[in-house]
Nanobody, 124 residues
Framework: VQLVESGGGLVQTGGSLRLSCAAS????????MAWFRQAPGKEREFVAT????????DYADFVKGRFTISKDNIKGTVDLQMNSLKPEDTAVYFC??????????????????WGHGTQVTVSS
């Protein structure tokens, strides 16, 4: 599976961005997926995850109520709608997938395939 993220950019505090991750390969609908992020000088951290069917989601506490993850199994994409952005949301955002993983997962080690990331910068 190959993953390509898009939609990053520069936005002011309080603004919104929508990230998208396109997955190549078959059986995309069978995979749970997730978004992680890595800020400069920090370790990569979990942001959001969605089950294979799209029916179950989970979020890191620091994005609950602001970010929404969604999945389109026909298009083969997973999106991250980010609202009320804060400067501390500045990071490179990565999508991840693990073929055969059906339920939600929040650990880096749960996922074996990663995109190259897209930069999100929130100015104060």
């Amino acid at each position: 599976v190959q993953l390509v993220e898009s939609g990053g950019g520069l936005v002011q505090t309080g603004g919104s961005l929508r990230l998208s991750c396109a997955a190549s390969g078959h059986m995309f609908s069978s995979y749970a997926m997730a978004w992680f992020r890595q800020a400069p000088g920090k370790e990569r951290e979990f942001v959001a995850t969605i089950s294979a069917s799209g029916g179950t989601t989970d979020y890191a506490d620091f994005v609950k109520g602001r970010f929404t993850i969604s999945k389109d199994n026909i298009k083969g994409t997973v999106d991250l709608q980010m609202n009320s952005l804060k400067p501390e949301d500045t990071a490179v955002y990565f999508c991840a997938v693990e073929p055969g993983l059906f339920g939600i997962a929040t650990r880096e080690s749960d996922f074996g395939s990663w995109g190259h990331g897209t930069q999100v910068t929130v100015s104060s």
